[in-house]
Every structure is written in structure tokens, then in C-alpha cells.
């Protein structure tokens, strides 16, 4: 059992379309953060949200923290070749920090 | 600066063989973790070091698994009589401190098990 689970586990769009990506628990966190996975790299933080319903934009990128802070979403406009990758939600629970399941996202031109 | 550096890059191994990974977290970070990633899959919390305390060990899957990290900077991963469901990415990554802060990861092992 994944303490975070996103969806779509999968997701491939055309250049341009917009689309929401979704990390959900049934626990309780402090913060959650969202990384972003290339081929052959390791993952790279994109942004940390702490308050619930909290909501941070970067760029075309749109983050926000559910009230109850079991959940959080990542939200991309018009979506562009180079927001290829693996996203990954991630928090600290416990003494251990959880990755979730991941969503791999295609753009294509 | 230097970030996290991890080797090798690859490693091909017969099964039954040992392998040891090497991280060499960023200067000045007291955090350290080592993960397991299969293919296009999410990150499988494997061990974490945080200063001169006790490693959380909870996350290895076998007592075949086991990590050191000696004076506090670079960890070792050691993986004995190696199976080839242990072949998969392992990332390291190094934090300033707490639990919360940013991770940085280093570009991982790719381990290959035949």
C-alpha cells in the first residue's frame, strides 16, 4: 500500500493542451513537495507547499494543497515538449520521507 | 558547487555476486538517503542518515541490503548475493538537515542483475 498515490499513472497530451496531475493520501502531512524526473537524472524539487490550501504558481505551473492536507494537485497550462517527465509528489510522514507512485507525462509537438 | 555524485554510472552483475554503490552527498549536508527506483516507477525509500544518530534502516527489503556512511559525508550501499529483482536505478540524495528541507539528488546507479 502507497501512502501516496497520484494519477493518472500515465499521461500523453499534445503541445499546447492543458492537464492536472493528482497526489492523494489518506494521511495527514505537514508539507508536501513536487519533483520533476528526467531520463537519467534524479529528481529535481519544482516547488514546496506547506499551508492547507495553499496554492503556488510557477510559470505555466499551478500547485495547490488541499485544505485538509491529505492531497495536493499539480496543474500545467498549455503544456510545452520540454514538461516532459516523471512527477513525483513527496512528503515527510513519520520519520520517513514517501514518494508517490509517480505520473509520467508525454508532450508531444 | 558540486552537487551529488554517485558510482559507477552502471553496473552489469551475475546474480549471486556483491555489489557495493558509492554517494558522495554535498559538502555540509548531515541528511543522506538512498532510494530504489524501477522502471518509470516512483521512489522506494531504502535507508536515511541523518548526522552522528542511528540510520533509519526500515526501508531495506533484506537483510541482503545494507548501508554505511563514514564520517558522516559519503555512504556506501552494499547489496550481497545479488537476485535479479534487485536490478532497478538507486538514487542517493543529500538534504542541509531536517526531514522537510530540499533534497538533491545525485544521477543514480543503474544496477543490472543477470
Known amino acids: 500500500t502507497q501512502l501516496l498515490e497520484q494519477s493518472p499513472q500515465f499521461l500523453s497530451i499534445q503541445e499546447g493542451e492543458n492537464l492536472t496531475v493528482y497526489c492523494n493520501s489518506s494521511?495527514?502531512?505537514?508539507?508536501l513537495q513536487w519533483y520533476r524526473q528526467e531520463p537519467g537524472e534524479g529528481p529535481v524539487l519544482l516547488v514546496t507547499v506547506v499551508t492547507g490550501g495553499e496554492v503556488k504558481k510557477l510559470k505555466r505551473l499551478t500547485f495547490q494543497f488541499g485544505d485538509a492536507r491529505k492531497d495536493s494537485s499539480l496543474h500545467i497550462t498549455a503544456a510545452q515538449p520540454g514538461d516532459t517527465g516523471l512527477y513525483l509528489c513527496?512528503?515527510?510522514?513519520?520519520?520517513?520521507?514517501?514518494f508517490g507512485t509517480g505520473t509520467s507525462l508525454t508532450v508531444i509537438p | 558547487g558540486a552537487g551529488v555524485s554517485q558510482s559507477p554510472s552502471n553496473k552489469v552483475t551475475e546474480k549471486g555476486k556483491d555489489v557495493e554503490l558509492r554517494c558522495d552527498p554535498i559538502?555540509?549536508?548531515?541528511?543522506l538517503y538512498w532510494y530504489r527506483q524501477s522502471l518509470g516507477q516512483g521512489l522506494e525509500f531504502l535507508i536515511y542518515?541523518?548526522?552522528?544518530?542511528?540510520?533509519?534502516k526500515s526501508g531495506l527489503p533484506s537483510d541482503r541490503f545494507s548501508a554505511e556512511r563514514t564520517g558522516g559525508s559519503v555512504s556506501t550501499l552494499t547489496i550481497q548475493r545479488t537476485q535479479q529483482e534487485d536490478s532497478a536505478v538507486y538514487l542517493c540524495?543529500?538534504?542541509?538537515?531536517?526531514?522537510?528541507?530540499?533534497?538533491?539528488f545525485g544521477p543514480g546507479t543503474r544496477l543490472t542483475v543477470l
Open positions: 494521511s495527514v502531512f505537514s508539507s
Open positions: 513527496a512528503g515527510a510522514y513519520g520519520n520517513q520521507f514517501y
Open positions: 559538502s555540509g549536508h548531515t541528511a
Open positions: 540524495a543529500s538534504s542541509a538537515n531536517r526531514l522537510t528541507d530540499t533534497q538533491y
Open positions: 542518515f541523518q548526522g552522528n544518530s542511528a540510520p533509519d
